[in-house]
């Protein structure tokens, strides 16, 4: 958190008087601070003013611009805030890279592989049509297991398709997937909101959304329905 040292007595004298000479933090540090290490980054203001800003023992203390320590804390916010937009806000190319991961990570949820029997749909669309969750889509057991007896009848009474054993890998499967669709909707959003009142809290919800999108597709690799050969044993 950036603060300066607001000493009224050091606001009043160096708002009032401007200096010509090179800024010295020394005469500035606390008695306990005499040894203390003095960082100074430089840098051009929005402005075009030459700004430094002084770290004493690593933390932010003093802002200096042109020459003149300031005072006011519009200035310095304005200042400050200018600072680490240049040098630190997300470019257009980091935004586009954030999207480009997730876009890529949601994709690969339905990746098509040559050969794989569902190859003309999908890896996920073939599963739901396999399943038929796109003629009669479920999202509880008491659903499931009309969708699951639906499938089984197809199937015929021997082909040993059991709707009290599809189902709850069915509720699994559809709780999984859209998990992951709640993240992925979690994470458009926060960076579609992202700006500078906001950065905190959009980088916090973009990262949390990514770990529930890990954890949406890691719940679908180890479910039964999750491969073509348990699925096919499990309903034919």
């Given at each position: 958190m950036f603060h300066l040292r607001t000493l009224l007595a050091f606001i009043l004298l160096f708002t009032a008087i401007g200096f010509s000479a090179e800024f010295s933090a020394t005469p500035y540090l606390y008695s306990t601070e005499k040894s203390a290490t003095l960082d100074t980054i430089s840098f051009q203001t929005q402005a075009n003013g030459s700004a430094k800003l002084v770290k004493?023992?690593?933390?932010?203390?003093?802002?200096?611009?042109?020459?003149?320590?300031?005072?006011?804390?519009?200035?310095i916010s304005s200042v400050i805030e200018g600072y680490y937009r240049a040098n630190f806000y997300p470019s257009a190319d980091d935004f586009a890279a954030l999207?480009?991961?997730?876009?890529?990570?949601?994709?690969?949820?339905?990746?098509?592989?040559?050969?794989y029997v569902g190859e003309a749909w999908g890896i996920e669309n073939y599963c739901k049509q396999a399943l038929g969750m796109t003629v009669k889509p479920c999202n509880d057991y008491s659903s499931c297991i009309q969708t699951a007896s639906i499938v089984c009848s197809n199937y015929g009474a021997g082909s040993g398709c059991d709707p009290s054993l599809l189902a709850p890998l069915m509720v699994d499967y559809i709780r999984s997937t859209k998990k992951f669709d709640d993240a992925y909707a979690k994470f458009t959003n926060a960076l579609n909101s992202f700006g500078p009142n906001t950065v905190t809290s959009s980088l916090t919800f973009m990262d949390e959304a990514f770990d529930l999108m890990k954890t949406g597709a890691d719940e679908v690799a180890v479910n039964k329905l999750g491969t073509s050969a348990a699925g096919q044993r499990l309903i034919g």
């Open positions: 004493i023992n690593g933390e932010e203390a003093l802002l200096v611009v042109d020459n003149k320590l300031m005072g006011d804390k519009a200035a999207k480009g991961y997730a876009d890529a990570f949601k994709k690969s949820r339905n990746v098509v592989l040559p050969g």
